[in-house]
């Protein structure tokens, strides 16, 4: 009895799994990049309810000044006042550029200690 030599590879079960792969990658990569699925949400005709904000981003920046949420420019007691309003569940997320003065850190440690606020997230920069 005499074999058949295959002298040929069948490619196509080869490219429908990377088609597979290919469109499996993309459609995760899309998520990845923007961190939502984006949703049209309905409208309401009653008032929203009121509710305490889940998370405070704090910067500071290089000359020292302090930002809430990057688009407001507060003093450290403002900040306190914040941090007050938004209790103790409320999560504060500090971003501070590297050349900020060492005392701006610390005070707002020190707000956040005299408050026994516990909720805190220090933002770096992986290298």
């Given at each position: 009895m005499k074999m058949k030599r295959m002298d040929t590879i069948n490619v196509i079960p080869f490219i429908d799994i990377m088609l597979v792969l290919l469109v499996?990658?993309?459609t995760t990569a899309t998520f990845i990049k923007t961190g939502v699925i984006p949703v049209d949400l309905p409208d309401a005709k009653g008032s929203a309810a009121e509710h305490k904000p889940q998370e405070l981003k704090l910067t500071i920046k290089k000359d020292g000044t302090l930002w809430i949420d990057e688009k407001t420019n507060v003093t450290l007691e403002q900040f306190e006042q914040k941090?007050?309003?938004g209790g103790?569940?409320?999560s504060v997320?500090?971003?501070s550029d590297k050349e900020a003065a060492f005392q701006n850190f610390v005070g707002v440690m020190d707000v956040l200690k005299r408050l026994n606020h516990e909720q805190l997230y220090i933002v770096t920069d992986k290298k």
């Open positions: 499996m990658v993309l941090v007050v309003e103790k569940e409320m997320v500090l971003y």
